[in-house]
Antibody
Framework: EVQLVETGGGLVQPGRSLKLSCVASGFTFNNYWMSWTRQAPGKGLEWVASITNSGGSTYYPDSVKGRFTISRDNAQNTLYLQMNSLRSEDTATYYC??????WGQGVMVTVSS | DVVLTQTPPTLSATIGQSVSISCRSSQSLLHSNGNTYLHWLLQRPGQSPQLLIYLVSRLESGVPNRFSGSGSGTDFTLKISGVEAEDLGVYYCVQGTHAPDTFGAGTKLELK
């Protein structure tokens, strides 16, 4: 069974940083692209970042490009999202996903002073 | 980016009623490798999205067979044959054929 468990969320002030982690199990992690997708309160789903199975290439929407960095450690079956220069509009539940098919339980990030 | 248009935005149903949700894409979702990366998710209240249908019509393991998916190219449909109380929530279509992955805006299924 595919399992994705996110950690690292919380309350952070605007302009500060936060790093999310996602531990994967139940599948061969290094065979799959992975993504982070977020959902602002009461809103729909928004793709945030993707990384190839080797970690050699990464992709972002304009809304987070230059501020967020996705990375992975295939030896530890772990996906990361480093979020810098956080803004109030980044407030959302962040989900670790295996190509937007399998989802973790999500972790809440609140950006507020 | 590919735009997925879901209709209706809200669906009111009684238990046992059959309902359908449409997802239309701004461009064909047929990949050059022959696959169509159009999937359906259900997000129950307070939960994370869960996969129901992948690759247009393949039922995810453990999902009841009252759920079915169909379509091709730009037009896709999710059908629930006999709504049950546990089916309430928001349904999303998602495409992975064209980068970046994009989502429909969601269809909220409510009890009438």
């Amino acid at each position: 069974e595919v399992q994705l468990v996110e950690t690292g969320g919380g309350l952070v002030q605007p302009g500060r940083s936060l790093k999310l982690s996602c531990v994967a199990s139940g599948f061969t992690f290094n065979n799959y692209w992975m993504s982070w997708t977020r959902q602002a309160p009461g809103k729909g789903l928004e793709w945030v970042a993707s990384i190839t199975n080797s970690g050699g290439s990464t992709y972002y929407p304009d809304s987070v490009k230059g501020r967020f960095t996705i990375s992975r450690d295939n030896a530890q079956n772990t996906l990361y999202l480093q979020m810098n220069s956080l803004r109030s509009e980044d407030t959302a539940t962040y989900y670790c996903t295996r190509v937007n098919i399998h989802w973790g339980q999500g972790v809440m990030v609140t950006v507020s002073s | 980016d590919v735009v997925l248009t879901q209709t209706p935005p809200t669906l009111s149903a009684t238990i046992g009623q059959s309902v359908s949700i449409s997802c239309r894409s701004s461009q064909s979702l047929l990949h050059s490798n022959g696959n169509t990366y159009l999937h359906w998710l259900l997000q129950r209240p307070g939960q994370s999205p869960q996969l129901l249908i992948y690759l247009v019509s393949r039922l995810e393991s453990g999902v009841p067979n009252r759920f079915s998916g169909s379509g091709s190219g730009t037009d896709f449909t999710l059908k629930i044959s006999g709504v049950e109380a546990e089916d309430l929530g928001v349904y999303y279509c998602v495409q992975g054929t064209h980068a970046p992955d994009t989502f429909g805006a969601g269809t909220k299924l409510e009890l009438k």
